[in-house]
């Protein structure tokens, strides 16, 4: 681009450095300063997953409370996981042009007055309204949550950074279960969302005070792409969702709707330099094949998370407690061997350790396929494990790669589409169960897990590819940083 805003990539800025000014890109932020902006940064995610988690465990609970169906009641997780999916890349787009800093605020500010709504509906649609604007708040949040993590940390810990960033989530969705069986066991439904009520507020008052101010741009955020990608992401998901419940002409219509705002979408974007849907990183060869590695390997994740429960109930004859506490191994074993993988990503190559920890991941999907019926806990317990050591140690140094691989001006549109491709890969292993499952019953999440397990393989063999592109891990650059300003 001949524009030079275009060239300049973001730049952190003091406080009491004038906004926009255009400043030389520090290396992260001071201590103590920066463990307060990863505590809010930790503190917004955290509820955002939560949030996430505890619904499915208490939608029985809520819709008896509400006199809804459970075909209805599906809408209080289906409207907040809609609204986040069609945000993602529109906000990420909005915090490079606006600064990331206020558009994460903004996200926990609407987050915690979505949560105050929800604890306040005492109807289906009221609730189901106020989880839609509770999934914009955690659009926002989840969209710039990786561009700010670059900017908190140092280069040479941000693998470490982002190791971190990934044990919470674990450990978040962890909890979940947890966290909604004590609360309903000692007050009503209400409180799941009453909660993050005082800690958003908390959350903001050290957002505000701690997480790095960026310089925006001015230039034009871009309406009519953002309005086609919500289309694309809405049809299409909802419509394979339709086809996997109740067949193909159920969801044709929407997934015919989809697929035309899809190919608008891509002919608006694929002339601007700067793209809503961004297809300029894409372009990058190590870029793209981490967004593919991620997208396949979510998919594989989710495939064993949908149908496992189910086949632990139906199949092997445990209840819903021991089915918890069986599920448990798998995120818990991600804590552990995501920082670790974070840490060696700051000094060895991404495609090495993500075909380490998919091999490791496959093997394990394969080990739950072959799985006795009546195999003890123990011997599911080592499987799960297995599986989340593997994917834990993928999911660190993919999503560093990710981060790096993008001009620092364009941080904001690499984390929109690291969340993007999370959800896609999500979305994609839950249809291809629910189609097994529509095909040949719960029997089937055996056959499940053998094709999650050659997902997992495949994804081994795109991240083993990018050896050939990153010979060791890439330092941010600074090119085309004009000179700090003097002052203060």
């Keep these: 681009s001949s524009d030079p805003k275009m060239l300049t990539p973001r730049a952190t800025v003091d406080e ?19 463990y307060w902006s990863v505590a809010a940064i930790w503190l917004a995610m955290t509820m955002s997953v939560l949030d996430g988690a505890i619904a499915n465990v208490a939608l029985p609970t809520i819709a008896g409370e509400l006199h809804a169906s459970a075909a209805s009641s599906i809408w209080i997780v289906n409207a907040y996981q809609l609204a986040i999916t069609v945000t993602l890349l529109p906000l990420a787009a909005l915090g490079d042009r606006l600064g990331y800093r206020r558009v994460y605020m903004v996200g926990l500010a609407v987050f915690t007055l979505g949560s105050l709504g929800c604890a306040l509906s005492h109807t289906l649609a009221s609730l189901t309204l106020a989880r839609v604007f509770q ?7 989840m969209s710039i949550n990786a561009a700010l993590v670059r900017f908190t ?18 450990v978040s969705a962890a909890l979940g279960p947890t966290v909604a069986a004590v609360i309903l066991s000692r007050a009503s439904w209400e409180w799941l969302f009453a909660i993050n009520v005082p800690i958003g507020v908390v959350a903001i008052a050290i957002a505000f005070r701690a997480l790095p101010v960026t310089v925006g741009s001015d230039r034009k955020f871009d309406w009519i792409s953002a309005v086609l990608n919500a289309l694309t992401f809405g049809f299409l998901i909802t ?3 339709s086809v996997a419940r109740d067949g193909l002409a159920s969801g044709l219509s929407k997934l015919a709707v989809g697929a035309a705002a899809g190919a608008l979408l891509s002919y608006r974007e694929l002339r601007r330099e700067a793209p809503l849907v961004p297809f300029d990183l894409l372009r990058l060869p190590i870029f793209g094949l981490s967004i593919l590695t991620s997208i396949v390997s979510f998919a594989a994740q989710m495939m064993a998370y949908v149908g496992l429960p189910f086949y632990f109930q139906s199949v092997m004859g445990r209840t819903a407690v021991e089915t918890g506490l069986l599920m448990t191994p798998w995120p818990l074993a991600v804590g552990i061997a995501a920082p670790l993988a974070g840490r060696l990503a700051d000094r060895h190559r991404a495609g090495t350790l993500g075909g380490i920890g998919l091999s490791v991941f496959a093997i394990g999907l394969f080990a739950l396929s072959i799985m006795p019926v009546h195999a003890g806990n123990w011997d599911i317990a080592w499987r799960m494990a297995l599986c989340g050591l593997g994917f834990g140690f993928f999911q660190s140094p993919n999503n560093r790669a990710m981060v790096t691989a993008a001009p620092m001006h364009r941080s904001g549109a690499a984390g929109g589409a690291l969340a993007t491709a999370r959800l896609l890969g999500q ?3 839950a249809v291809t169960t629910a189609v097994f499952f529509h095909l040949a019953g719960t029997k089937a999440t055996t056959t499940a897990l053998a094709t999650a397990a050659g997902l997992a393989a495949l994804a081994a063999m795109v991240s083993l590819s990018r050896l050939a592109l990153a010979p060791r891990p890439r330092p941010e650059a600074l090119d085309h940083v004009d000179p700090a300003p003097s002052g203060p």
């Design 427 to 429: 979305t994609a292993g």
């Design 239 to 241: 419509g394979a969702e």
């Design 16 to 34: 009491d450095t004038d906004a926009h000014a255009v400043a030389a890109t520090p290396d992260g932020l001071p201590v103590p300063r920066r």
């Design 153 to 170: 940390y140092p280069k040479k810990f941000l693998g470490r950074g982002i190791g971190l960033n990934a044990l919470v989530i674990s």
């Design 135 to 141: 999934g914009l708040g955690a659009g926002g949040i």
